[in-house]
């Protein structure tokens, strides 16, 4: 069956991935005071509320790359961080009383923040080619906030986390 529906370019794409990132970020501001709450190293807990803090930030920039783009802010249900923070549930409750904990929920926490690296890669680039200077600017920022979150994750889990799970057993 034949339809008159115009194909979406790129700029229907990046609008679909914008509505999907910024749901994800939400779904992440709601779900890191649980891993901190969780946390038993405090440098841990202290990484969670500070990337909590910059994860509002995302949220307001994404906010000002919809205006860019002339649209509402509007969140699409993102299913792979919807997968990403049930593993980490996961982890919360099978290793509740695990020295292992720490060690999980850093790992759940660096998978998120792969995913992110990789949209907001991918959304750069996209307003880079849709020449939205203005778009590229707020998206490269968050990219850079979020490599820098996920180097200080690993420091932390190779000077300490992982430490301490090994040491337990």
Known sequence: MATNKTPKGLDGLFHD?????????KKILATLPKM???????DLKAAFEKHHTET?????R???VFEVIGKKPAAKTC???MGITEEGAEIMEEYKDSPALDAGLLAAAQAVEHYEISRYGTMRTWASELGLT???QLLDLTLAEEKKTDVALTKLAES???VAAEAAE
């Open 160 to 162: 300490a986390v992982n």
């Open 17 to 25: 991935t914008l509505k999907d990132i910024y749901f994800a970020e």
């Open 134 to 136: 203005e778009a590229v």
């Open 36 to 42: 901190a709450m969780a946390a038993h190293s405090p």
């Open 56 to 60: 509002q930030e995302h949220v307001a």
């Open 62 to 64: 994404l906010e000002e």
């Open 79 to 81: 299913a792979a961080i």
